[in-house]
Structures are given as C-alpha cells and as structure tokens.
C-alpha cells in the first residue's frame, strides 16, 4: 500500500488507470506470435504416440515399420530418455513414456519426428505395440479400499489429511447433510500445446521456446529427464493462448527437447484439440459429503465433512489439490468446530491437477449448497444465513489458521445483493408482434421452450480462496527493473498468460519511478523465477518484485541525484514524472535526473513462512486470502431441463484495483468457466476412455450461454500485499457454479418440484426425469 | 499424396500454392503454405471460430473450407483488415475495451464482427450475443467483446451522421 499513495491524481498509464495491453494491437492484428505459430527453416514436426488403454501392461514396442518411412527422422521411445525417467510437479510420478505399464488412455508410449506433420502421424501408426490388457481401477472409494491391486508403485493413495478443530462432537438444533459431486472439467484453453526446441551447436544444450504457466518450473523438469544441468536448459515464453491450469504440468516439453537433441535440429510439436484433451491434466472429479451443524439462528457450531478427489494415474499437483479442498471446507463462514478427511487417489482415469480454483471450487459446490439447506432449515433467506455467518478478519479457519487479510465477506454479500435484479420477464422485452424473444428463452434458436412454462430462480454463492501457494512453498518472485534515460526496462520470467501482467508491471513501473515509457524484456529463464502464473499470486507476487525492483531502483536515482545536489536522499520523492525534494525546491524530471545513469536493480520478492499441517490439520498453512458473492438469476423449462442463465451480479474482494477493466475481465471471465462447469462442460469417461474430447462434445459457453454480468468492485487494500492488491483471477469461478445450482433448484421449486441437484454440471436429465 | 498447383488470392494478393496436399483445409494453406499465421486454429470442427475469414464476402471457418476450392475467390484474412500499426475502428475498439486477454480468438472475433457490423449496422445486444456465438472466447466472459461491438456501432453512427449532416 505505498505506492499508491504516491498517486495523488491519476496520470495515465498508472496504477489505478486501465492503460490498453502492450501486446493489443499486435493481438487484434493476428500478427502477436503464439507458440504454436512459431518455426524454424529446417525444422522437424514430432508426433506422440498414446495409449489407447486406461490400464495395460506393454509386451513389446516394434519401431521397425516406422523407420522404413521416408521422412521419419527419429523413434524414440522410454529407452531413450538419458536422466530421470519420470517427472511431476510435487512427486516425480509419470513416466516421460511408458515402458512397462500404462495407466490411462491417452499416456505417451513413445514419440517421433519426420519432415512435415502427416509423416509424423503415418510414422505413429506404424509403431507396433502389443499390449496385455488389465482391469482398470476406475472407482476412487475402490482404490483406496484395502486390499485392491496398486496400480503404481507409490500405491493408489495420493494424500489422506485430516481436519480436527475444536469440539468436533459439537451439534446444534439444526442438522442438514448431503453429499456432492463434482464432474471434469477441462480448461480448454483455446491455444493448443505446441513449442519449439531448438538444440545449441554440439547438442548438449537446448531452447525450448513454448506455452506455459511456470518456466523455471519446467527447466528444472526437463533438465532432469534430459540428465543434464539446469543451465543447459533455457526457455522463452512463445504466446501463450489462454491457460487456466492446464499449463503448469509438463506436456510435450521433455519429448520435444529429446527429440531436438537426438537430431541436432530444431523440433516443433503441436497437439490437436483431441491431444489436448489427453495431453494436460484437467480438474479433479470430487465427492464430498458433509454433515453441517448449527444453532436454531443459523449460525453454524461444526462443520463435518469428507472429499475424495479422483487424482487419475498420476499425482501432479493432487496434494495441493486435496490440502486447498479440505482447509475451505468451511467456506468464507465463521466456524468453531469441524472434522473433516480428506483423501486424494489414483484411478485409471485422465490425470487431474490444476485448473482454476484448485481445489476450492470442488469444496465451495459443496458447502454453498449446505448452506442453501440450512438456510431453508432455519427459514432464512439465503444471503440472511451468510451474512449472519460471514467471516472477518481474525476468524480463524478450521486449520486454527487466523484469517489475517482483509475480509469483506458480509460487504461482498450486501453490495451484490444491491444491484438491480434483471428489469426483463422471460423470453425477454416482448417483440413487435408480442412473441417474446426466442434467443432469450432457454433452449434459444431451438424454440424448444414455451414462455408459460418457464420459471425464474435466484441463487447465491459466496467463496474463500487462498491465495499464492501453501504448506512452507516458497513461491518467490524475481523482477529486474533498468533505468536509463528516463526509460524503464524491467524484465521478469512473469508467465503472461492472457491475465495482463505486463499491463500491470508497466503501470508499476511508470507509478514508482515517474516514468512514461517503459519496456518490457523478453520473457525467459534469463532471470530468476517468478513462481507459476496460478493460485491468483502474480499480481501479488511478481507484481511485488517489479514493484521492489522498481523501489530499489528508485533508491539509486535519488541517490543519484543527491550526490548532484547535495541532498540527503531521504528527501526526495517522485511527484508525477518528476523528482522532487520533500524540503526544497528541486524539481527534476525523471528523464533528467536519470540521463546518462545505468541504473539496475533485480529484486526477489518472498511472502510469509507459511506451515505444514500437522496430523490433525492442524497449521497456518496458506498465505493469505479473498472473498467474493455471486448472485445467479435463471430462466428453467421444469419440463424439457433446459436453463438460460439470465444474469450473474457479483461483488469481489479484490485488495486494490491495480487496472479496474482488466480486473473485470477477469472476473468476467471467470464466471463464464463457473457457468460452464455448474451446466455444460464436463469430460465424460466410460470404462476409462474419453468420448467427448473435442469441441462438438464438450460444451463450452457461447455468447449465448453468458449473461451480462453486473460487478461491484469491493476495494478495500489489503495492508499484506504489496500494492494492496489480492489475486483476482481465481475467485470468479469458484462461487458463481453454486449459485447458478441454487438458481435453479430455487426455480425448480417454485414450479413445485424439488430436485436435490447435488452434482455438477446438471444436465436437462437431472432437472425433468 | 499428391501435390496440387493452385492459385489462391489472399487480402488482394494472388499466391501459388505448389506443396499442399489435395484436400488441405484452407486454414492449413493460409498458415503453412503461405505463411499468413493470423488465422488460429483451436479446434478444426468449425465449433471455435478462430480460424474464420471472409470468403467472397462469406464469413467461413476456414478449417472447414477446402484450401484448393478457395480458387478464384477473394480471400480476406485478420492481415487484409488493415495495415499493420493502423488498425481498423474494430480492431481499436477491442484493444480499448478490453476485449482482448491471451487474443487467440481475437482475429477469428475480429472478423466476425467486421461482417456482423456490415450486415447490421445498429445490432442489439441480444443480435450480436446471436451473431458472435459461432466464436468461442474461454478468457472473457464475451462482456468487454459486447462493449467493444456496441462502442464501434455506435462511433460508425456518429460518424455517418457527421457525413450526412
């Protein structure tokens, strides 16, 4: 919260201000280079050949066939890799490719690189495999039953914690159960996996220039299973085209390198939207049953509660996963006490890691509609019964972690509560003729609903999230800021991922140091690690290291100039694009004072300690965290199942605005992911195999599924971050799913039915059969 | 795999395609035999829209179309929209709305919406909603895209009302 007193009226370009993105124009002109547009003369197309069973052992792999194709360059395969032979983001758990075993469709047996993509492709198919089927473990509750075959060497059991605070025998008047699910979600971000490895003369070394969320994080895996030394490794940021999770585990950058430097040529792969689908990890199914215990007024006395999350073949971030569920169990409420266990598995499914939420989305679906069943219950209306248990600042989670950041819960609720319900009826404002409009009835263009048949509910959703990451990570953030001549040249390994970092950094830099101009370095592991762009922390983070760098080089600048004038440094101050002396005359500009300097400072910003969990989940194991309500209206045909969602209002914690329109779209954006999950998108599995991994299958939301969205920005700074400023990115997604639910069962209800709606996506099924 | 010679008239410029494959999409052609890297492809079942462009004034997904029978066609792609460092009132309007996050569907966006707003000049909010849900966008939430679309609408207004006045 310093640097924005500095800003006494709003110069553009500021913090504050919403200056267009850097890479706008390029964007909006098709000419901005995301990493799958990039290649090289000479270069080489890899392909990856995958499994086609969720569970099988692996007799033999015959190459042979393959390298009798004109063009085909290279077959590689498990014996190839040089150094480790497995990677992972918390344990190294997947094979770089199978060799003995396979544990779910879609896992890379070996890879190739020919010429141009279609030899690529012909190649893989002429890889012969013999496999020896299994029965594959599919069921989670199975996995982790005693007895059951362990698919993996590390067993079948990711992570169990439990959770006990408090009295956890402690009940009230009001007893409301349920248990929930949750189904798969893919980010589908619209960028597909694709990079570019360009091995250095000699081969010993490699440039990898691809779409991620985390590079140094990715250097590190891959330099590994190279077996050679981090340095030997760089990578460049190629455009990344959306990413929500997806991104931060290794994909195809291990093959893409291998392939490089067995060649000594540069090699490109690029997945297709089936690929994707197999290709990342995706957001963990869930069942979570929880028991909620309050007084005859509604306020909650304890919490009970049990999650499994289905983790899939391999543990990727699961325990992070599992740990994030468990300790927000409780939701943004106040609670005394709470039991809660919690287990994350292996299955023969897809793997699941992160997507957006992480963890929180799965509990908040859960707990929002316990507190929908309370507030029924103890007759209440719904936004009564959150007010009345709204978290502030010192509550304490049921970890006995004190919620130290600010906390707005209740003003959250009440200031979303305030904006105007939608003004139109269903079917919206009658047309000429006095139809109503078709494209606003559910079902649209359809015209498969009749306007008589349509109610309107309202649902609410509220939500928790941490922020940065947990449990002792420390999830440091490196930025190095130049100064010369008035110009500012920062540079970070900050992943820009489509949020607007780069927007924020120069807003920053411009705020701290009084300068217009500022230049933004090429994206890479020239420079220490900014953490992964997730966990809504790059704003707080990297946005904290651009902001030090930039104080650090400040500090260098008045000395500077004090040295000229003979002026205490201490006086100084930057005014606009001027320094000024806080005790005299002196005015400079920036521009001035810094001409002819070669000012750099690189900074590391590091947050607070955090702690493990103990064995009774006990600890103060996250960093910090944010608040935000969601209201849904929706339209429903009780009859057909259909739902339109007619409007979503929203007021979120967000610390300081740091760029007011891109907090919007993130919020926007968020919430369209939130819908999708809460009634359309969900990757469906039958006996292990995906049968929907392609765009026609897997529903997203259009411009038609989206209402407009009605925002109120709650801005109250949070004295612990930085620039007062809390992530923005991830609370979106997490409440708006439940109150969409809840907007429906409230419909549902008034048309006289009662559906317990307890699993997400709900299908037209779930609400007329 | 035979290899066809055609010809294919891009953004007013005619380019002879010698190494595609007969059957290529056009959106393959536009990226990999001619090297026009604006058109994104996102999903290659014409359900994202990220790869349309204008052909004879026909908005089409070109991973649908086949390359070899764009001939004799007037193909316009995100780069025949403007020139480079001057966008079109669109293009401006998306970068100041705030439109545009990671921008892998925005040229697809971008030339949807140049023919929504030549064939409806003054769309309600519901038109456009309509209009554009051929165009996925998984970043925005589609409500700055909307403000961008209206914001345009409304400058053309203005200025064909100074035209007239």
């Known amino acids: 919260m310093s640097v924005v007193e500095d800003t006494q009226t709003l110069r553009a370009g500021t913090i504050g201000d919403s200056p267009a993105r850097p890479d706008g124009i390029s964007k909006v002109q098709g000419g901005y280079a995301f990493s799958s547009d990039l290649s090289a003369d000479g270069c080489l197309f890899g392909a990856t050949l995958r499994s086609p069973y969720p569970y099988a052992r692996i007799v033999s792999i015959d190459q042979s066939a393959a390298w009798k194709i004109s063009g085909v360059e290279a077959v590689i395969t498990a014996d190839d890799v040089p150094g480790q032979l497995t990677y992972g983001l918390i344990s190294q758990d997947q094979p770089v490719f199978a060799s003995d075993v396979v544990r779910y469709v879609g896992e890379p047996v070996a890879a190739v690189a020919a010429l141009d993509p279609e030899t690529a492709r012909r190649a893989l198919d002429a890889i012969v495999v013999e496999y020896d089927e299994r029965s594959p473990l599919l069921d989670p509750e199975t996995a982790i039953a005693e007895g059951h075959e362990l698919i993996h060497p590390d067993g079948n059991l990711i992570r169990h914690q439990r959770i006990v605070h408090g009295n956890p025998d402690a009940s009230g008047a009001v007893v409301v159960e349920g248990t929930y699910e949750i189904g798969m979600q893919d980010q589908a971000f619209l960028g597909l996996e694709a990079a570019i490895a360009y091995p250095d003369p000699g081969a010993d070394g490699v440039e990898l220039h691809l779409a991620t969320q985390w590079l140094h994080e990715d250097q590190g895996q891959i330099a590994a299973c190279l077996g050679v030394s981090d340095d030997k490794v760089r990578l460049v940021l190629g455009g990344v085209g959306g990413a929500f999770g997806a991104r931060e585990d290794i994909s195809l950058q291990v093959h893409t390198c291998l392939l490089a430097l067995r060649l000594g040529r540069p090699v490109r792969m690029a997945y297709s939207r089936a690929e994707s689908f197999l290709g990342h990890v995706h957001r963990h199914p869930a069942t979570i049953w929880m028991r909620h215990h309050a007084d005859a007024a509604g306020t909650l006395v304890n919490v009970e509660a049990r999650f499994v999350f289905d983790g899939g073949a391999y543990a990727s971030t699961s325990s992070a996963v599992l740990v994030n569920g468990i300790t927000m169990a409780q939701g943004p409420y106040a609670c005394p006490n709470g039991q809660v266990d919690g287990y994350a598995v292996r299955t023969n499914h897809l793997p699941c890691g992160a997507m957006r939420g992480f963890g929180a989305v799965q509990a908040c679906f859960a707990y929002e509609s316990q507190m929908d069943k309370l507030a029924d219950a103890c007759g209440l209306e719904p936004q009564e019964i959150r007010v009345r248990n709204a978290m502030r600042t010192g509550d304490t989670l049921l970890t006995g972690q004190p919620v130290m950041n600010v906390a707005p819960v209740e003003e959250c609720i009440r200031e979303t509560a305030a904006l105007p319900l939608p003004d139109e009826p269903v079917g919206g404002a009658p047309l000429g003729d006095g139809s109503p409009n078709v494209m606003k009835l559910p079902g649209g263009a359809g015209r498969t609903a009749d306007t008589r048949d349509i109610v309107r509910g309202i649902g609410w959703g509220v939500s928790i999230k941490n922020l940065m990451y947990s449990e002792t990570f420390d999830d440091y953030s490196t930025a190095r800021c130049r100064l010369t001549d008035g110009v500012v040249t920062l540079k970070f390994a900050t992943a820009e991922v489509g949020q607007g970092f780069i927007t924020i950094a120069g807003q920053i830099a411009r705020t701290v140091l009084g300068v217009d101009e500022v230049v933004l370095d090429q994206i890479d592991t020239g420079v220490g690690s900014a953490g992964s762009t997730s966990a809504s922390r790059q704003t707080w983070m990297s946005g904290g290291a651009v902001d030090a760098a930039c104080r650090a080089a400040r500090e260098r600048l008045f000395e500077a100039v004090g040295r000229s004038y003979g002026i205490e440094p201490v006086r100084f101050m930057i005014d606009g694009t001027d320094v000024i002396d806080t005790a005299g005359d002196l005015r400079i500009p920036v521009s001035e004072a810094s001409a002819g300097l070669e000012i750099e400072e690189t900074v590391e910003y590091h947050h607070p300690e955090t702690e493990d969990l103990d064995e009774l989940g006990q600890g103060n194991c996250h960093t910090a965290f944010a608040f935000v309500a969601h209201r849904a209206v929706v339209d429903v045909d009780p009859e057909l199942g259909l739902v339109k969602v007619i409007q979503i209002a929203t007021a979120q914690d967000v610390g300081n605005a740091l760029n007011p329109l891109s907090v919007v779209g993130q919020i926007e954006g968020g919430i369209a992911q939130g819908l999708g999950l809460a009634v359309m998108e969900e990757i469906i599995q039958i006996d292990g195999v995906i049968r929907n991994g392609n765009f026609t299958d897997y529903l997203l939301p259009t411009f038609l599924d989206m209402p407009p969205v009605l925002t109120t920005l709650i801005e109250q700074p949070d004295p612990h971050a930085p620039l007062g400023a809390k992530g923005v990115g991830e609370p979106p997604c997490i409440s708006s799913t439940p109150a969409v639910v809840a907007a429906i069962r409230d419909a549902l209800r008034q048309a006289g039915i009662e559906k317990p709606l307890n699993r997400v996506p709900v299908r037209p099924a779930d609400i007329c059969l | ?165």
């Open chain 2, 1 to 165: 795999m035979n290899n066809e010679l055609f010809t294919l008239r891009v953004n007013g410029i005619d380019y002879e395609v010698s190494d595609s494959w007969l059957g290529e999409s056009l959106l393959d052609v536009l990226r990999d035999r001619i090297g026009l890297m604006g058109s994104k492809g996102a999903c290659t079942q014409g359900e994202c829209g990220s790869c349309s462009v204008m052909v004879d004034d026909v908005l089409v997904c070109s991973c649908l179309v086949m390359g070899a029978s764009a001939i004799d066609q007037n193909i316009i792609t995100i780069e025949g929209v403007a020139p480079v460092g001057t966008p079109s009132d669109v293009q401006q309007a998306f970068v100041d709305a705030g439109a545009v996050q990671c921008g892998f569907c925005t040229p697809g966006l971008v030339m949807a919406v140049h023919d929504l707003l030549k064939r409806r000049g003054r769309p309600t909010e519901t038109e456009i909603r309509e209009e554009l849900a051929g165009n996925v966008c998984r970043c925005t939430g589609y409500g700055r895209i909307v403000d961008a679309v209206e914001r345009v609408s409304v400058q053309r207004r203005g200025n064909s009302q100074e035209e007239s006045s």
